[in-house]
């Protein structure tokens, strides 16, 4: 390896993060020739958290982890220090705090009476057990493009199980069969546990605090250079003999446009699409904005990128639809406990202990989760947060006449306190902060084999992809691991690396549970 070679990564999300830790860790490689350009102000991509107590606090998202998966994370997180004590890594500081925080829900599921769900039975009948035996065996090759209606009954959505599972994962009917498939393969452990989420791990804080901000400071430390505001806008190649190799990135920053030589021994990986590509916040008084791919960075990259290499992936498999990609989460921020202990008397779950509770007969399909407290680095003793979010935000509301999308925070709330059966009193002074994600499970849409590029494609030699949108066997998309897994699988590669890639852990096969039997058990 030439100690000059430079490395170059497209897109500062937790895979370009992780390639580049992967890279020092593993590949000897000095951080300083390391440069992660990103379009965003701040590095971590889709892993946000940002926000104050005065102005609002604000998640795109709020992760579920798990410790019995997520091989790839767990073994970059093993090496990452903790913010707090240089002696203990990022991963044994969340187990340690799961240990003294287990997930134990007991209001899962709350009907239109308001409620709770018993939730022991998943609802099955016979002919949904068979449907979902013959699809969780079924060939990938064979359910190609197919969606998960394609193989599955109308009763099928109508059950609890269903209800939960499309909630913890943001499945929609009409997503991808191969998908939906490796989920129920890859989570199989959590067909015991899904009624009460507890298999699931949290980190302390949101995941930006927790997860990125100690990576970003070990990248720091070891001198990788992290460049924000930095848009790329062009890959120059030379194809020749079949070959694809990168001699030149083009970037704008600050008005400037920016041109970097790609030598040769240097290497440039891409985060090409991201579901989080043009979301937009709105505000207790404002709806968000909805916004297209045109009015932001990420697919473009990749769009052009692949156009005339089918090696190099499809991306408008994946982002040709909104309609059937987006939906909405929000934040809320409370200087008032109130919320928070009408929830407790409720659910019987202290915050951070209860995970989803889904409003399973709400038009907008809304789940709220109230996580541990404090659940931001910076966040005052007397503030409490809370992220909820909604798989049908196109639909008018029970309580407010409008689809979600056009509401601003304050009629979300009103919709959220009208199910629950809350005076809107019990928030005042709370501020909703609403994000649209039109992209959100662009992941999920049917798509064929051919669509996603290996984070490697064949005729690359000094290029790959690192995504949710390469293929991975056996893996699952919309999960933090499959990012880290295909920034160790590229780096691996391109840099000769040899050390073993954790391998997907196939609990399927190693519980030796037929699944007919798991779910005979629950019905
Ligand atoms: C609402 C929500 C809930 C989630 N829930 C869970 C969960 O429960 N469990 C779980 O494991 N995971 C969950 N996830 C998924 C997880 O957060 C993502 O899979 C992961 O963060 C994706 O990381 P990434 O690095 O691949 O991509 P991203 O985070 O999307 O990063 C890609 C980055 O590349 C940048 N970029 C792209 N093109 C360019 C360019 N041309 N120039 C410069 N920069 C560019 C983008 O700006 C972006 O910052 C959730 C995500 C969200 C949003």
Request: proline share 3%; glycine share 4%; hydrophobic share 40%.
């Given at each position: 390896m030439n100690p000059n070679s430079k490395y170059y990564l497209i897109g500062g999300g937790i895979g370009s993060m992780a390639a580049a830790a992967f890279m020092i860790r593993d590949g000897d490689v000095s951080g300083d020739n390391i440069i992660i350009l990103e379009s965003n102000p701040l590095m971590g991509g889709s892993l946000d958290g940002a926000g104050d107590a005065q102005r609002g606090y604000s998640l795109r998202g709020g992760r579920m982890l798990t410790t019995d998966h997520y091989e790839c994370t767990w073994d970059l997180f093993k090496?990452?220090?903790?913010?707090?004590?240089?002696?203990?890594?990022?991963?044994?500081?969340?187990?340690?705090?799961?240990?003294?925080?287990?997930?134990?829900?007991?209001?899962?599921?709350?009907?239109?009476?308001?409620?709770?769900?018993?939730?022991?039975?998943?609802?099955?009948?016979?002919?949904?057990?068979?449907?979902?035996?013959?699809?969780?065996?079924?060939?990938?090759?064979?359910?190609?493009?197919?969606?998960?209606?394609?193989?599955?009954?109308?009763?099928?959505?109508?059950?609890?199980?269903?209800?939960?599972?499309?909630?913890?994962?943001?499945?929609?009917?009409?997503?991808?069969?191969?998908?939906?498939?490796?989920?129920?393969?890859?989570?199989?452990?959590?067909?015991?546990?899904?009624?009460?989420?507890?298999?699931?791990?949290?980190?302390?804080?949101?995941?930006?605090?927790?997860?990125?901000?100690?990576?970003?400071?070990?990248?720091?430390?070891?001198?990788?250079?992290?460049?924000?505001?930095?848009?790329?806008?062009?890959?120059?190649?030379?194809?020749?003999?079949?070959?694809?190799?990168?001699?030149?990135?083009?970037?704008?920053?600050?008005g400037a446009r920016v041109t970097i030589t790609v030598h040769d021994g240097d290497l440039v990986f891409l985060q090409n699409g991201s579901m989080t590509d043009a979301s937009s916040l709105g505000s207790m008084t404002s709806a968000p904005n909805q916004l297209t791919k045109h009015d932001s960075s990420s697919w473009a990259l990749w769009e052009k990128v692949a156009a005339g290499r089918p090696n190099f992936g499809n991306p408008a498999a994946f982002n040709g639809c909104i309609a059937q990609s987006s939906w909405e989460s929000f934040t809320v921020t409370l200087k008032n406990p109130m919320f928070f202990d009408l929830m407790r008397q409720f659910t019987g779950n202290e915050a951070g202990t209860g995970g989803l509770v889904t409003l399973k007969d709400s038009n907008w399909m809304m789940s709220i989760v109230l996580a541990h407290q404090p659940h931001f680095l910076n966040q005052p003793a007397d503030v409490q947060v809370f992220w909820g979010y909604a798989l049908f935000p196109d639909r008018i509301g029970n309580f407010v006449a409008k689809p979600m999308s056009a509401c601003n925070g304050l009629e979300i709330l009103q919709e959220l306190c009208g199910h629950l059966r809350f005076d809107l009193d019990v928030l005042t002074s709370a501020n909703c902060i609403p994000c649209t994600m039109p992209y959100i499970t662009s992941m999920f849409m049917p798509r064929q084999l051919s669509d996603r590029p290996l984070p490697v494609p064949v005729e690359s030699k000094n290029f790959a992809f690192i995504s949710q949108f390469v293929e991975i066997p056996d893996d699952v998309v919309f999960t933090v691991e499959y990012s880290v897994r295909a920034a160790q699988m590229a780096v691996y590669q391109l840099l000769g690396i040899d050390r073993e890639i954790p391998p997907v852990t196939r609990h399927d096969k190693t519980l030796r549970v037929q699944f007919d039997a798991l779910i005979k058990a629950f019905t």
């Open positions: 090496t990452i220090p903790s913010l707090t004590s240089a002696r203990v890594s990022v991963f044994q500081e969340t187990v340690a705090f799961n240990e003294k925080h287990p997930a134990h829900s007991m209001a899962r599921l709350v009907d239109r009476r308001r409620a709770i769900v018993p939730v022991t039975s998943m609802g099955f009948s016979m002919q949904d057990r068979v449907e979902l035996l013959k699809l969780s065996q079924a060939d990938e090759e064979a359910l190609g493009s197919s969606a998960i209606t394609d193989h599955l009954s109308s009763g099928f959505f109508e059950t609890e199980f269903w209800f939960m599972w499309s909630t913890t994962f943001a499945f929609q009917p009409w997503h991808s069969a191969v998908e939906f498939k490796r989920y129920l393969l890859r989570f199989m452990m959590e067909f015991t546990r899904i009624e009460t989420l507890a298999g699931v791990k949290r980190t302390i804080y949101n995941q930006y605090d927790s997860l990125v901000l100690p990576l970003q400071k070990w990248l720091k430390g070891k001198g990788v250079h992290l460049i924000n505001d930095c848009k790329v806008t062009h890959i120059t190649n030379q194809s020749a003999e079949g070959e694809y190799i990168v001699t030149a990135i083009q970037y704008q920053r600050a």
